[in-house]
């Protein structure tokens, strides 16, 4: 989401990290992950060159978010936006049956697995412009893949199917924005659309980044306040925020892996104001990069099933934790 397509920034100096309060807030939100997050820090690869957008913020590890160029259209052909004109792609929003009794009885969870796995013979849909509120972008991309060629279609479909699963354990009724169900798409204006309409309690949108090799780590990319055109995220600019915040401290805990060392500063927190999935939608949604697929280290762990779980877990964990305050 980081590199080719309409919603690309060129790279910016990135910003200096105040690496003082860095030790005790993460101590202080999750003392698990510590060491390992320290480790990674210290032996990882060092990361690429850091980008910046307007919006900054501050985050619950002590220091302030710089926002990258991540995007919910990324790669070729890139951008972001709904459903355009032209033929539509067969398939429904997929929906568990109403939740279990559990302590997310009542609850509704929309899962968006980014991307469609049908993307890449749909090349002229996905390319449609569609209206994401403040402009016009194209409708989707095919998304990034690692170097030996596993997508992030792929990825993500896993991952979101293994949310369901724990989420539904929980009590919680799950949707999906697509289950593979679909030819390509949904676009995404029409993906915003299909949590407004669920009129879900929270909304998280799976991805992988592509960016260098070299540039390791997550991301949550939260909502920036912005009311122009169709879009007004200024009601849920708070509880987005704090659905971020409660994922990645969760996703860090669950799976030891570390911030991104490229986007955020080392916050994991990332915040945009042009992207259509986050600028249309009316409940509290955000985006997780799960890590860099063009990086060996993370796309190692990207395509281990038992890594994926862990993510499955780590990202379920802080959903339940936010509709459980």
């Given at each position: 989401?980081?590199?080719?397509?309409?919603?690309?920034?060129?790279?910016?100096p990135?910003?200096?990290?105040?690496?003082?309060?860095?030790?005790?807030?993460?101590?202080?939100?999750?003392?698990?992950?510590?060491?390992?997050?320290?480790?990674?820090?210290?032996?990882?690869?060092?990361?690429?060159?850091?980008?910046a957008?307007?919006?900054?913020?501050?985050?619950?590890?002590?220091?302030?978010?710089?926002?990258?160029?991540?995007?919910?259209?990324?790669?070729?052909?890139?951008?972001?936006?709904?459903?355009?004109?032209?033929?539509?792609?067969?398939?429904?929003?997929?929906?568990?049956?109403?939740?279990?009794?559990?302590?997310?009885?009542?609850?509704?969870?929309?899962?968006?697995?980014g991307?469609?796995?049908?993307?890449?013979?749909?090349?002229?849909?996905?390319?449609?412009?569609?209206?994401?509120?403040t402009?016009?972008?194209?409708?989707d991309?095919?998304?990034?893949?690692?170097?030996?060629?596993?997508?992030?279609?792929?990825?993500?479909?896993?991952?979101?199917?293994?949310?369901r699963?724990?989420?539904?354990?929980?009590?919680?009724?799950?949707?999906?924005?697509?289950?593979?169900?679909?030819?390509?798409?949904p676009?995404?204006?029409?993906?915003?659309?299909?949590?407004?309409?669920?009129?879900?309690?929270?909304?998280?949108?799976?991805?992988a980044?592509?960016?260098?090799?070299?540039?390791?780590?997550?991301?949550?990319?939260?909502?920036g306040?912005?009311?122009?055109g169709?879009?007004?995220?200024?009601?849920i600019?708070?509880?987005?925020?704090?659905?971020?915040?409660?994922?990645?401290?969760?996703?860090?805990?669950?799976?030891?892996?570390?911030?991104?060392?490229?986007?955020?500063?080392?916050?994991?927190l990332?915040?945009?104001?042009?992207?259509?999935?986050?600028?249309?939608?009316?409940?509290?949604?955000?985006f997780?990069?799960?890590?860099?697929?063009?990086?060996?280290?993370?796309?190692?762990?990207l395509?281990?099933?038992?890594?994926?779980?862990?993510?499955?877990?780590?990202?379920?964990?802080?959903?339940?934790?936010f509709?459980?305050k």
């Open positions: 989401m980081s590199y080719v397509g309409p919603d690309f920034e060129p790279p910016r990135p910003r200096h990290p105040l690496r003082g309060p860095l030790t005790v807030a993460v101590a202080a939100l999750v003392p698990g992950a510590l060491v390992g997050w320290l480790v990674w820090q210290t032996v990882g690869d060092s990361g690429g060159d850091a980008q957008s307007p919006s900054s913020t501050s985050s619950p590890w002590g220091r302030p978010a710089s926002p990258g160029a991540s995007d919910d259209g990324k790669e070729q052909p890139g951008g972001a936006g709904g459903t355009g004109a032209g033929e539509k792609p067969n398939g429904s929003p997929s929906a568990s049956a109403p939740g279990a009794s559990g302590p997310l009885k009542g609850k509704v969870v929309v899962i968006d697995p991307h469609n796995p049908g993307n890449f013979q749909h090349t002229s849909e996905i390319n449609q412009q569609v209206n994401i509120g402009n016009s972008k194209e409708c991309t095919t998304g990034t893949a690692t170097n030996d060629g596993y997508t992030e279609a792929k990825f993500t479909l896993d991952v979101a199917r293994r949310m699963t724990v989420l539904e354990k929980e009590g919680a009724t799950v949707k999906f924005t697509q289950d593979g169900d679909r030819s390509w798409g676009c995404v204006d029409e993906r915003a659309e299909i949590g407004n309409k669920a009129d879900a309690d929270a909304v998280v949108s799976i991805h980044d592509g960016a260098g090799a070299g540039n390791r780590g997550f991301h949550v990319i939260l909502p306040s912005v009311h122009s169709a879009a007004d995220t200024r009601p600019v708070a509880s987005s925020r704090e659905l971020g915040e409660r994922v990645a401290g969760s996703f860090l805990r669950v799976t030891g892996s570390a911030p991104s060392n490229y986007i955020g500063d080392g916050t994991g990332d915040v945009r104001k042009d992207l259509g999935g986050l600028n249309l939608s009316t409940v509290p949604k955000v997780i990069e799960c890590g860099n697929m063009r990086d060996s280290k993370d796309a190692a762990q395509t281990s099933s038992a890594w994926r779980q862990k993510a499955a877990q780590g990202i379920s964990d802080g959903i339940a934790s509709l459980k």
